[in-house]
Nanobody, 122 residues
């Protein structure tokens, strides 16, 4: 079982930058994913990255603005958010991918934590 704790959320203004951090109890070789959930909406895929920092996958809505990376030595995953928009407002979750389906599907991930909230004001 993997226990991940997200941090780094907060209040930011449109165009600002923010870095979210995910500290996990154990990575193994899991793909790690970032998802977000806005109030009243379902979980939305944001990004995923393989164990070797390879094959980063980003949703089209964040491409060119967000980057995902990981530090396996310290069991940490990062989501660098740049040029944030009001539509980026959500609670962000970091989770390990435990099944073999598409990396963008929330159904392929387990051990969801509390997340960290990001609020972007205009």
């Amino acid at each position: 079982q993997v226990h991940a704790v997200e941090s780094g959320g907060g209040f930011v203004k449109v165009g600002d930058s923010l870095r979210l951090t995910c500290a996990a109890s154990a990575f193994r070789s899991y793909v790690m994913g970032w998802f977000r959930q806005a109030p009243g909406k379902g979980r939305e895929f944001v990004a995923a990255i393989g164990y070797g920092n390879d094959r980063p996958l980003l949703d089209d809505s964040v491409k060119g603005r967000f980057t995902v990376s990981r530090d396996n030595r310290n069991n940490t995953v990062y989501l660098e958010m740049n040029k944030v928009k009001p539509e980026d407002t959500a609670t962000y979750f970091c989770v390990p991918k435990t099944r073999v389906g598409p990396r963008s599907s929330a159904d392929e991930y387990d051990y969801w934590g509390q997340g960290t909230q990001v609020i972007v004001s205009s």
